[in-house]
């Protein structure tokens, strides 16, 4: 079963955080992961939900996510983006 990560965020530093937008997508890759929405500005249509810009990551299975965010090698990748933005990060199954 496919698994997604779903991030809502608001950049507060861009200089520092685009290391993250450069380096990132090679770790996705690495775990079988592709972008299905990059940074989008939504529209919200119902609800009090507001999110500045969205990711969405999808991968083949749950596991490939979860080594995805425990990777070692991506941890530095994460602190910057913890650092420069405000960010809500949830991990969801799908087809």
């Keep these: 079963m496919n698994a997604y990560l ?7 530093d861009m200089g520092s955080f685009s290391e993250y937008i450069e380096k ?3 770790h996705i890759s690495k ?4 972008y299905i929405v990059r940074g989008a500005k939504p529209t919200v249509m119902e609800g009090n939900w507001n999110p500045e ?18 990777d070692p090698e991506a941890e530095p990748l994460f ?4 650092s ?3 960010s809500n990060l949830i991990l969801v199954d799908g087809e």
């Design 24 to 26: 990132i997508p090679a």
């Design 53 to 70: 810009r969205v990711v969405v990551i999808g991968f083949p299975e749950r596991r490939n996510a979860e080594e995805f965010l425990q």
């Design 31 to 34: 775990h079988s992961g592709k």
């Design 84 to 86: 420069t933005t405000t």
């Design 79 to 82: 602190q910057i983006r913890h």
């Design 6 to 12: 779903i991030l809502d965020f608001t950049i507060n």
